[in-house]
Structure formats: structure tokens, C-alpha cells
């Protein structure tokens, strides 16, 4: 099994995505940090701990981080992800509180304990990421893959340049892309395309108590029709870690604005450099991710019953 570890700032499809790291049989999730992106901090931790105990985690390491971004205001997505955070699901408060210890020492620690092992999944804004390797740059050698929801080489969401994730903490994203290590970026172009349907949420509809979370997750930002729905963005990138054959991708030097007028968050993707920082997922089989995610919140959905 892939060890992962996951920051993210749960979040509708945050919250899709660890129920789908979860139910994997392919990846081990080792633990889970937490930042300020689609709602705040104190709320992003709190549905990562409601998460762990609803989804039978046991003692995972949750660990909260960066409450706001590195010099900007810090934004959020509660008009698309609910005051809470995770829209209409409703979970259990959480009995056991969150693990001692900042989200990036736990991210040093345990990518500088495990060299050439761990698969670092980042779903949010990417404050904690520019932290740790501010703090240790040892880490980009000895992680095994950083891998980064965000970004988009044609559109934004947030606007028409910039995606939230970036856009929230644009020299973050910076850092992180500048750092020497090879990105795998997983943008808009592809994610847009894994969008729920009809037939899909029927399927979801039937996982027992799992349903009672995946449903209105997969449901709250947007109308689900026959023909599509809210696309599930962070679970993209965790079907990535299980399958990496999902996708397909072309090494680009991608740089990150973040002094433009109307482009701040935007990142800008060069195909043609020769001197690339990235490899961008440019194709999704999109029927392989639903079977992927289907098959993995089955065998999730009867171990909670």
C-alpha cells in the first residue's frame, strides 16, 4: 500500500476525498493536516475530526495548521461549501480532539522519517506545503511525489484566471511550485470533467450510513442532472494516488502570479519549456475514477454499515 498524507481544508470535496482514502485498499492513509481555504481553520479541523471518527479512522494523526495565508487576507468558500463546511451532511461532533504538534512538523517529520515513501496529497490552499519546506527544504528531496489539486492551464473558478486553491494563497503556491521539486498538478481541466449525475448519486444512495455523508456532499454545490453536477475536484487527486493510470500528463513550467491586476492566483503554464517544474494532467479516464471511487465507498459504506 502507498503511504499518504493528505492536507487538506475539509470541505465538501475534501470530506469525498478522504471518505475515499478511506475505503482504498491501495493507499495507506498516514495521517491528515488541515488549513484555513474553504471555511476557517478551527471549523476545517473540526470536520477533519468528525470525519476520522464517522469513517472508523481510529488514531489518525489529525493535525491542524496555517490559519490564514501567508501575507493576504484570508478568503473563504462558505457560500459554496456551507457555514460548516460540509453542506448539508451532518456528523457526529467528534469526541477526540485534534493531535499535538502543528501540521508542519508533522509534515517534516514524516516525510523525513519515511525518505522516498510518502505520497504528500495537498487538496487546499498550499500554506502548510510553503511552510514546511521554508522551514525544511530537506523534504522536497524525500518525499516520493507532491501532488497538488489546484490551478488550471485554461480557467479559473474563483475567477476567470484563478482557482481557489492557488488564489487563496498565490506565494504559497508559489513556493511550492518554485521548490525544486516535479509537481503533479491536477487542475480544473481535468477535474471538471468527474461530475456527479443522477445515476451516480442513485448508486451513492445506497451505501447504508455512508450515504447520509457522500450524498449531500456530492449534492450541495450544484443541481445533479442526468448529464452532470458539481464536479468532486479532491477526489480526483486522491484517485490519482490509488491509480496513477487515470490520467495522463505533460511536463510544463508552471509559475504562479501573484502580482497581477486581474490574474493574481493564475497559473501560468508553459508546454513548450525546457525547463519544467510540473507534470500537468492534461486526460482523466473518467469512468475508471467512478469506479475507482464507487468501488471504494462500497467496501467503505458495509464496513460501517
Given at each position: 500500500?502507498?503511504?499518504?498524507l493528505?492536507?487538506c481544508?475539509?470541505?465538501?470535496d475534501?470530506?469525498?476525498?478522504i471518505?475515499?482514502?478511506?475505503g482504498s485498499?491501495?493507499?495507506?492513509?498516514v495521517?491528515?493536516t488541515t488549513v484555513a481555504?474553504?471555511?476557517?481553520l478551527?471549523?476545517t479541523?473540526?470536520?477533519?475530526?468528525?470525519l476520522r471518527e464517522?469513517?472508523q479512522?481510529?488514531e489518525?494523526?489529525?493535525h491542524?495548521?496555517?490559519g490564514?495565508a501567508?501575507?493576504?487576507?484570508q478568503i473563504?468558500?462558505a457560500h459554496v461549501h456551507g457555514?460548516?463546511?460540509?453542506?448539508?451532511a451532518v456528523?457526529?461532533a467528534p469526541?477526540l480532539?485534534?493531535?499535538?504538534g502543528?501540521?508542519v512538523d508533522?509534515?517534516?517529520?514524516?516525510?523525513?522519517d519515511?525518505?522516498?515513501e510518502i505520497?504528500?496529497?495537498a487538496?487546499?490552499?498550499?500554506?502548510n506545503?510553503?511552510l514546511?519546506?521554508?522551514?525544511?527544504?530537506?523534504?522536497v528531496?524525500?518525499?516520493?511525489?507532491?501532488v497538488v489539486?489546484?490551478g488550471?492551464?485554461?480557467?479559473?473558478n474563483?475567477?476567470?484566471?484563478?482557482e481557489?486553491?492557488?488564489?487563496?494563497?498565490?506565494e504559497?503556491a508559489a513556493i511550492?511550485?518554485g521548490?525544486?521539486?516535479?509537481?503533479?498538478?491536477?487542475?480544473l481541466d481535468?477535474?471538471?470533467?468527474?461530475?456527479?449525475?443522477?445515476a451516480?448519486l442513485?448508486?451513492?444512495?445506497?451505501l447504508?450510513?455512508l450515504?447520509s455523508l457522500v450524498v449531500p456532499a456530492?449534492s450541495?454545490?450544484g443541481q445533479?442532472?442526468t448529464?452532470?453536477?458539481?464536479a468532486?475536484?479532491?477526489?480526483c487527486a486522491v484517485?490519482y494516488?490509488?491509480?496513477?493510470?487515470?490520467?495522463g500528463?505533460?511536463?510544463?513550467?508552471?509559475e504562479?502570479e501573484?502580482?497581477?491586476?486581474?490574474?493574481?492566483g493564475?497559473t501560468?503554464?508553459?508546454f513548450?519549456?525546457?525547463?519544467?517544474n510540473?507534470?500537468?494532467?492534461?486526460?482523466?479516464d473518467?469512468?475508471g475514477?467512478?469506479?475507482v471511487?464507487?468501488?471504494a465507498?462500497g467496501?467503505?459504506?458495509?464496513r460501517l454499515?
Amino acid at each position: 500500500m502507498k503511504p499518504v498524507l493528505l492536507d487538506c481544508d475539509p470541505g465538501i470535496d475534501d470530506a469525498l476525498a478522504i471518505a475515499l482514502a478511506a475505503g482504498s485498499t491501495d493507499i495507506d492513509l498516514v495521517g491528515i493536516t488541515t488549513v484555513a481555504g474553504n471555511v476557517g481553520l478551527s471549523l476545517t479541523t473540526l470536520n477533519a475530526l468528525a470525519l476520522r471518527e464517522f469513517l472508523q479512522l481510529g488514531e489518525l494523526p489529525v493535525h491542524a495548521g496555517a490559519g490564514r495565508a501567508l501575507v493576504r487576507d484570508q478568503i473563504h468558500a462558505a457560500h459554496v461549501h456551507g457555514t460548516s463546511g460540509l453542506g448539508d451532511a451532518v456528523l457526529p461532533a467528534p469526541v477526540l480532539g485534534a493531535t499535538d504538534g502543528h501540521a508542519v512538523d508533522f509534515i517534516i517529520s514524516t516525510i523525513l522519517d519515511r525518505p522516498g515513501e510518502i505520497t504528500l496529497v495537498a487538496v487546499g490552499p498550499l500554506t502548510n506545503i510553503a511552510l514546511a519546506v521554508r522551514r525544511e527544504p530537506r523534504i522536497v528531496q524525500a518525499v516520493k511525489e507532491m501532488v497538488v489539486m489546484g490551478g488550471s492551464y485554461t480557467r479559473g473558478n474563483s475567477n476567470p484566471a484563478a482557482e481557489f486553491n492557488i488564489l487563496t494563497d498565490p506565494e504559497a503556491a508559489a513556493i511550492v511550485f518554485g521548490a525544486g521539486w516535479t509537481v503533479t498538478q491536477i487542475g480544473l481541466d481535468v477535474t471538471l470533467t468527474a461530475q456527479v449525475n443522477t445515476a451516480l448519486l442513485e448508486k451513492m444512495g445506497a451505501l447504508g450510513r455512508l450515504s447520509s455523508l457522500v450524498v449531500p456532499a456530492a449534492s450541495f454545490y450544484g443541481q445533479v442532472t442526468t448529464d452532470g453536477g458539481p464536479a468532486l475536484h479532491d477526489a480526483c487527486a486522491v484517485a490519482y494516488a490509488i491509480s496513477p493510470g487515470l490520467m495522463g500528463f505533460a511536463d510544463a513550467r508552471v509559475e504562479v502570479e501573484t502580482v497581477g491586476r486581474f490574474t493574481t492566483g493564475m497559473t501560468v503554464t508553459d508546454f513548450r519549456s525546457d525547463a519544467p517544474n510540473a507534470r500537468v494532467a492534461t486526460s482523466f479516464d473518467v469512468p475508471g475514477f467512478w469506479e475507482v471511487l464507487l468501488g471504494a465507498y462500497g467496501r467503505l459504506g458495509e464496513r460501517l454499515g
